[in-house]
């Protein structure tokens, strides 16, 4: 049986809700951060723009939510830290089992080459720890 630090194999992204993607872009391209991949995704028929950048070991995730699309986090807050694991029903097992509460269950995107899994716990002061298997 794993134990649910098992499961983990590292830290994978930072999240952060923006206004302006291009903006933020810009920015963090400013302070020397690479854009490592751009997506786009329909969410009820409008577009969510999402763009990881790296600085050496560390990766960002900016996302500008599709307009009209509800987001409970203010753009320019951390909205999640995302923790990377190899397979996300094993990790998803574990945290039950380690009695942690899952606030949204295992989904999918179109992110990355072959999309991603994830699911989400809430820590004590209600950030948001994301459990990520890129596929």
Do not use: C, W
Not at 31 to 42: A, I, K, M, T
Not at 110 to 121: N, S, V
Not at 122 to 134: A, M, T
Request: without cysteine; hydrophobic residues 40%; charged residues 25%.
């Amino acid at each position: 049986m794993s134990t649910l630090s098992d499961t983990i194999s590292g830290f994978q992204h930072l999240g952060l809700p923006v206004r302006d993607i291009e903006a933020s872009i810009a920015f963090y391209r400013r302070l020397g951060f690479s854009v490592f991949r751009r997506h786009e995704f329909d969410e009820n028929g409008a577009t969510t723009q999402v763009a990881f950048l790296d600085m050496k070991a560390f990766r960002l995730e900016l996302y500008q939510p599709a307009a009209g699309v509800a987001n409970d986090r203010s753009t320019g807050t951390i909205d999640h830290i995302a923790l990377d694991v190899q397979d996300i029903d094993t990790a998803h097992k574990a945290v039950q089992e380690a009695g942690f509460k899952i606030v949204e269950g295992i989904n999918e995107l179109p992110l990355h080459a072959k999309g991603i899994r994830y699911f989400m716990i809430l820590g004590p002061d209600n950030e948001r720890v994301e459990f990520n298997q890129i596929l």
